[in-house]
């Protein structure tokens, strides 16, 4: 079982960078790949990106993708998610999420274990 922990949101204007972090617990974090996924008010749940319990692989949705960057530190039980040229589209909750699998997913049933999110807004 893991735990996870998100951190990094605020408020940003247009085309500001954030980080986010999460920070799992246990010591088998590198047995999961990770996903990011996000939700905005009366939107339904939407994968981000993912990465590989290695980090070899990532994947991104269209939406973020020559802008999201996914990376772990599987000796620090963290993964992160760096976040270029925001859009008041990206705002949303973000949440990190587990699954015991090689290769992440843009399933949510795929992903056991959620964090419990963190707000991101872009001003226009």
């Known amino acids: 079982q893991v735990q996870l922990v998100e951190s990094g949101g605020g408020l940003v204007q247009t085309g500001a960078s954030l980080r986010l972090s999460c920070a799992a617990s246990?010591?088998?974090?590198?047995?999961?790949?990770m996903g990011w996924f996000r939700q905005a008010p009366g939107k339904e749940r939407e994968f981000v990106a993912g990465?590989?319990?290695?980090?070899?692989?990532?994947l991104y949705s269209d939406s973020v993708k020559g802008r999201f960057t996914v990376s772990r530190d599987n000796a620090g039980n963290t993964v992160y998610l760096q976040m270029n040229s925001l859009k008041p589209e990206d705002a949303a909750v973000y949440y990190c999420?587990?699954?015991?699998?090689?290769?992440?997913?843009?399933?949510?049933?795929?992903?056991?274990?959620w964090g419990q999110g963190t707000q991101v807004t872009v001003s226009s």
């Open positions: 999420a587990a699954a015991s699998t090689v290769f992440s997913s843009r399933n949510t049933d795929a992903y056991a274990y």
């Open positions: 246990g010591r088998t974090f590198s047995s999961y790949a």
């Open positions: 990465i590989s319990r290695s980090g070899g692989t990532t």
